[in-house]
């Protein structure tokens, strides 16, 4: 956490102090401590009011107070319950993004802040709206295109989800992230599981065969193609890997219980 916060604050260098708010801000959110990255957030607007990217960010750490733990931790201490309204603090979040909007609408920070407003208010078109202007800002960011897919799957619109996904993959060959990300819409969406998740999560597994994660997700898909021998090698391989990933143990109960084996399944969910 102090190498995080030293990296951002590093970057900030000689500049203004509004733009050093912002990156200590950026360091403390990095870190969960959304508290005191939106008092930073906030006080870079106070000094430069016209300050898009401050707006912006101060909008998206409101919205993070009720689960920052360094929060609920100096609530308890004082013996008092948090006096919060979530309709206040959404209010005030999209106040300040709408704010940003208006100092900078080609700020690529403020239009994926305010896409993912309205993600968790589930306005899953307005949302779009953003993340849409953002890719065109941004054409070759694979987080972008897979934000998009994730939305146009929540939207029920999983054609158009796939091809975003499988764009986002194509512009990282490199890294697995993005692949995940299409295994994780295949299978939340039980879509395209032979066409695509198959393949996807066997190559992740030769590729990356100490990996317990893709283990567990080659067991899913095979659990959902109703293949249960394989779907529990893999995830007990899963668990051989990682004796403390959780949901492997969950997966490999959903398998046993289906198998007719509810002692073993039991046993592995407690």
Known sequence: SVETLRGEIGAAGEAEIAYQLVASGRGLAMVGEWRLASQAFKQATIDRPDYAEAWAFYGEALQHRQDDASER???MACGE???SDPDEISQKSLEALQTALRLG???LATNLFMALYWQRANRYEDALEYLSRAERLAPE???ILAELGNTLALMGKP?????NYQKAVTLSPGLPTYQVRLLEFAIQNRYMLTEIALPAATKLTQTYSEVAAYQDLLGQ????L????RAAIHVAKAIELDRRYALAYLHLAEIQLMQGETEHAHNNLA
């Open 105 to 107: 609408s080609d700020s």
């Open 221 to 224: 898909v095979y659990r959902l």
């Open 141 to 143: 960011n694979p987080a």
């Open 73 to 75: 931790a100096a609530t």
């Open 81 to 83: 319950v948090s006096q």
């Open 226 to 229: 109703e293949e249960l021998d």
């Open 159 to 163: 054609d158009l989800a796939l091809k």
